[in-house]
């Protein structure tokens, strides 16, 4: 079979379970170390790290925050690049499955992270109990955060259904991918209600055109649905030996 006609719903999963766990792991540990320890070589962060109000941390949230969500939105955009067979231009559609799968698995451990390192923040005074539980951060807009809160757990079961595509069924597995668009926008929701920084000019373009480009590309995908409905190809069969 040519890579140019691959079905996409044969590609297995390019990163092992043990490869994604440990990776979680390492990215998750190594950002918490570089907290601990750059105050020791940049000593101008100690301030910011320690005290009565350590601002680090609500910093550290919302920036890797944002980097989660840009993660997601190339996830998206690849994938819809898969369903709406762009990805056969460029890079192809095998490397456009592996890197869509792997960009999510990275911005997944983001996610984790921007919401542990929030515990530092003395601010609000979130609990590790808090951070588990949706919609249980009474101090602070329990609502959104509870949103983005589910839209983890639901990115979470995502993720997962990488690995248990066979145990569970094709069409269940694209069904399940569906829920994508609406842990993506429970995201952007999050963002934008409980992000302190919505309404800063570049905040709000940032919300408009990932959302805006992953709409764009959604109608691109039924419109073509609705041109192969309506115009069907046949398949060419094989001449004759």
Same mark, same amino acid.
């Given at each position: @079979? %040519?890579m140019? $006609?691959?079905?996409? +719903?044969q590609f297995?999963?390019?990163?092992?379970i043990? #490869?994604?766990?440990?990776?979680?792991f390492?990215t998750?540990? *190594?950002?918490l170390?570089a907290?601990?320890l750059?105050p020791?070589?940049l000593?101008?962060m100690?301030?910011?790290?320690s005290g009565?109000?350590?601002?680090?941390?609500?910093y550290? %949230?919302?920036g890797?925050?944002?980097?989660s969500?840009?993660l997601?939105?190339?996830?998206?955009?690849? *994938?819809? *690049?898969? $369903? +709406?067979?762009m990805?056969r231009?460029?890079?192809g @559609?095998?490397? #456009?499955? =592996?890197i869509?799968?792997?960009? %999510?698995?990275?911005?997944?451990?983001?996610?984790?992270?921007?919401a542990?390192?929030?515990?530092?923040? &003395?601010?609000?005074?979130?609990t590790?109990?808090?951070? /588990?539980?949706?919609?249980?951060?009474v101090d602070?807009?329990?609502?959104?955060?509870?949103?983005?809160?589910i !839209?983890?757990?639901v990115?979470?079961?995502? =993720?997962?259904?990488?690995?248990?595509?066979?145990? /569970? !069924?094709?069409?269940?597995?694209?069904?399940?991918h569906?829920?994508s668009? *609406?842990?993506?926008?429970?995201g952007?929701? &999050? !963002?934008i209600f409980s !992000?302190?920084?919505t309404? @800063?000019?570049w905040?709000?373009?940032?919300?408009w055109?990932? =959302?805006?480009?992953?709409?764009?590309?959604?109608f691109?995908? /039924?419109v073509?649905v609705? /041109?192969? =409905?309506?115009?069907?190809v046949?398949?060419? @069969?094989?001449?004759?030996?």
């Open positions: @079979m %040519s140019n $006609t691959q079905d996409p +719903n297995e999963s390019s990163v092992s043990q #490869t994604f766990l440990l990776f979680l390492a998750v540990i *190594g950002l170390v907290v601990l750059l020791i070589f000593p101008n100690a301030f910011s790290l009565d109000a350590p601002k680090a941390y609500w550290l %949230s919302r890797t925050a944002f980097v969500l840009s997601l939105w190339v996830s998206m955009a690849l *994938g819809l *690049g898969i $369903t +709406n067979k990805a231009l460029w890079p @559609m095998p490397a #456009t499955f =592996a869509h799968e792997y960009v %999510s698995l990275l911005g997944l451990a983001f996610a984790l992270f921007h542990l390192i929030i515990l530092g923040d &003395h601010y609000i005074n979130f590790l109990l808090q951070l /588990i539980i949706p919609f249980s951060t602070y807009k329990p609502f959104w955060v509870g949103i983005g809160q !839209g983890f757990y990115w979470l079961i995502v =993720a997962a259904s990488f690995y248990i595509r066979p145990t /569970i !069924g094709q069409k269940f597995w694209r069904l399940l569906y829920a668009f *609406g842990m993506y926008f429970l952007i929701f &999050h !963002g !992000g302190t920084d309404s @800063m000019s905040a709000q373009n940032y919300y055109f990932s =959302a805006g480009s992953l709409i764009f590309l959604f691109v995908r /039924i073509g609705v /041109i192969d =409905a309506l115009f069907p046949k398949k060419q @069969m094989p001449a004759p030996r």
